[in-house]
């Protein structure tokens, strides 16, 4: 008997995707551009850039424990998902040889590369250990659980574009966004599979 697998409702997930883009942006262009505390608020280790690492932390822990707590491909590609948030954690994590970087929590480079590889090595050999989910991962029918994902990366991949463009009020906020969506997608799978 195949246990019944419940999908994220696409209306939901992409209307509020939209709603965070849209609102994003503009709240990302009003903050830098209309206000004087744009320096403060889009900093290295600013509000909204030390929120991103606790919020992809927050993700990475629920995604760590549903794939703790549950067996198969669900598993699998919890820690997967864990191992990229683990990553983006690092890369918002400033350098401390950075020329923007003002002060507080950060990593060197050498330990920003250490990290990398430590995750890569735990991530093989937890993925060696659930080989037998590999196949089953890869099935729609399982993957497609995960599918807002792609939505919170199409929000970072907007981020990226203003960047492109030195908007960094609406790149730190679709990330921060893009964070939150993650977060919120975690919670979901964590209570719906």
């Not at 991103?52 to 590609?77: E, H, N």
């Not at 040889?97 to 250490?114: E, M, N, R, V």
């Amino acid at each position: 008997m195949q246990k019944t697998i419940i999908y994220p409702r696409p209306a939901t997930w992409i209307g509020w995707g939209l709603i965070l883009l849209f609102g994003g942006a503009l709240a990302g262009y009003l903050g830098e551009v209309y206000t004087d505390l744009d320096y403060y608020l889009f900093a290295e280790n600013g509000p909204v850039e030390g929120s991103q690492t606790i919020v992809l932390g927050i993700a990475a822990a629920i995604f760590a424990a549903r794939g703790w707590r549950s067996k198969g491909p669900v598993a699998f590609l919890c820690i997967a998902v864990v191992y990229v948030l683990l990553h983006a954690m690092v890369r918002e994590t400033p350098r401390c040889d950075s020329p923007f970087y003002p002060g507080g929590i950060c990593l060197t480079g050498t330990a920003k590369q250490a990290l990398w590889v430590i995750f890569t090595v735990v991530l093989a050999i937890l993925l060696l250990l659930r080989r037998a989910d590999f196949l089953d991962a890869l099935k729609p029918r399982w993957s497609f659980v995960f599918w807002p994902l792609g939505v919170a990366f199409i929000i970072l991949l907007f981020g990226e574009l203003a960047e492109h463009y030195n908007q960094e009020g609406i790149e730190e906020t679709l990330e921060m966004l893009a964070y939150c969506y993650t977060l919120a997608c975690s919670i979901w799978i964590y209570r719906h599979t």
